[in-house]
């Protein structure tokens, strides 16, 4: 391992490659201090092994290991991870444990309580890919117990509970990782193109400012408003294999119907928040990145949409946001324009698949100068304790704004928020769904 710290004094310097992953270089130096600098820097790579460094070295022969609480899809889905391995597996049912396991092979270790797989000393990620009304909660006892942290979206069920993520993953000084990663790689959905270009065109200031961006079916993004919950359960008998109680944990005890839980619990405000809880982050977070919204949230949400079910999640026809700059996200749930635009400014507009009524804009865009670098693998921030690009701080703001629009949805008003101190003005009901009560004995 390359330890920063140790060298930044010395006549070796840090500096950060093409692809946001820090590399160490001699600076210029005469053959003798060269010869010297060089047996430190073979004294610095010996292999020795990580408990005799103390907790939290990474000897650069170690291998990241991995702990999996939550073995869904998404759970037994992210088993395989290049220079990880798992060492430990974690599901209130024992039919999804035993399937990981499987895949895994012997040697893992497996639990029904997840406090037993994050106290592992030889556990260095905890990968949390339960429903989202565990993740807060969990990633603040992986912090304590010095675990840096990989976490499926959205990030939190509540703006509260992203709060208490942010303080402990700082306090604790560990590494988080948000499971989206539209803003640094991967085509963006319709727009048939990474959001690289996108952040280059708005930083550009071509289509002026401020700017609007619709999230539609026309601008090639699908809300899933499939993720509806059923607004008559009837109580079914518990599966032997599933403790109902625990997969509930910190949510409220409703009788057991097969449709909250696993596959089809999305539909249900105790435990996500629809097709906004599902691909809200997948959508808005790389909006964020792009307006240059990463410290801040919108001041209004505004919402059209019929009155939420108290226990099931709806649709909506549109949610608006509006920053105190005048940008706007405007979450379009029908779809109705087929012209429009996907972002759209007073000078431009850019529409689906990257195309635009700017003349020439690829050219424009290539005399343009690129983004900041980004740690984009999360392998070398663990090891060298750089922070990833979506982070517990940028991904609290863009899980904020998801967490924004369910509130409002569940009231069926427009509300005013501060960005500072994160709360509604004047809104008794909504500012008690920032912070709602957890079921005992659970709390964060």
């Known amino acids: 391992m390359i330890n920063l710290e140790r060298h930044k004094h010395d006549n070796c310097q840090p500096f950060l490659n093409d692809k946001g992953i820090y590399k160490m270089k001699l600076k210029a130096t005469s053959r003798r201090t060269f010869l010297q600098n060089t047996a430190k820097l073979a004294v610095g790579f010996s292999i ?6 103390g ?6 022969s170690d291998q990241l290991t991995k702990g999996i609480i939550g073995l869904g899809g998404m759970g037994r889905g992210h088993i395989p991870y290049a220079s990880t391995r798992v060492v430990a597996l974690c599901d209130v049912d024992a039919t999804h444990l035993a399937s990981a396991q499987k895949i895994v092979g012997g040697g893992v270790k497996t639990f029904h309580d997840h406090r037993e797989l994050i106290a592992l000393p030889e556990v260095d990620i905890v990968h949390i890919a339960t429903p989202p009304h565990w993740h807060g909660i969990m990633a603040v006892e992986a912090a304590k117990a010095g675990k840096d942290i990989w976490c499926e979206k959205p990030m939190t069920r509540t703006i509260g509970e992203g709060k208490k993520v942010v303080e402990a993953v700082k306090e604790y000084k560990r590494m988080f990782r948000l499971n989206t990663w539209f803003r ?37 993004f699908d809300w899933k408003f499939y993720w509806v919950g059923k607004t008559k359960l009837e109580e079914q ?5 599933l403790d109902y109680d625990r997969w509930l944990g910190p949510a409220p005890y ?14 249900y405000w105790d435990y996500d928040g629809g097709g906004l809880g599902d691909m809200g982050q997948h959508y808005l977070d790389p909006i964020q990145y792009f307006l240059g919204k990463d410290e801040t949230s ?6 059209d949409a019929e009155q939420q079910h108290p ?4 649709t909506f026809r549109k949610i608006t946001y509006t920053y105190a700059d005048g940008c706007q996200i405007i979450l379009d749930g029908e779809a109705k324009d087929p012209t429009a635009a996907y972002i759209e400014g007073p000078n431009g507009k850019l529409f689906n698949g990257f195309k635009s009524d700017i003349p020439n804009l690829k050219e424009k865009l290539a005399m343009m100068p690129d983004p900041v670098p980004q ?38 008003r427009t509300l005013h928020f501060n960005p500072d101190t994160q709360e509604f003005h004047n809104d008794t009901e909504a500012n008690f769904l920032i912070n709602p009560p957890m079921r005992g004995p659970w709390t964060i």
């Open 237 to 241: 008998p518990i599966p032997a294999e």
């Open 48 to 53: 020795i092994p990580r408990h005799v460094l």
């Open 375 to 412: 740690v984009t693998n999360f392998l070398d921030s663990v090891k060298y304790r750089t922070p990833f690009a979506l982070n517990e701080s940028n991904g609290f703001r863009s899980c904020t704004i998801i967490n924004m629009g369910k509130i409002a949805l569940q009231l069926g």
């Open 184 to 220: 640094f790689e991967d085509n963006f959905y319709g727009m048939n193109t990474t959001v690289r270009p996108i952040k280059k065109l708005v930083e550009s200031g071509l289509l002026g400012w401020p700017l609007k961006v619709t999230v539609s079916k026309t601008t090639g």
């Open 254 to 267: 409703k009788p057991y119907n097969a449709h909250r839980v696993h596959q089809t619990f999305r539909g």
């Open 311 to 314: 226990d099931a999640c709806g």
């Open 55 to 60: 907790k939290g070295f990474i000897a650069p």
């Open 298 to 303: 919108p001041i209004k949400v505004e919402v």
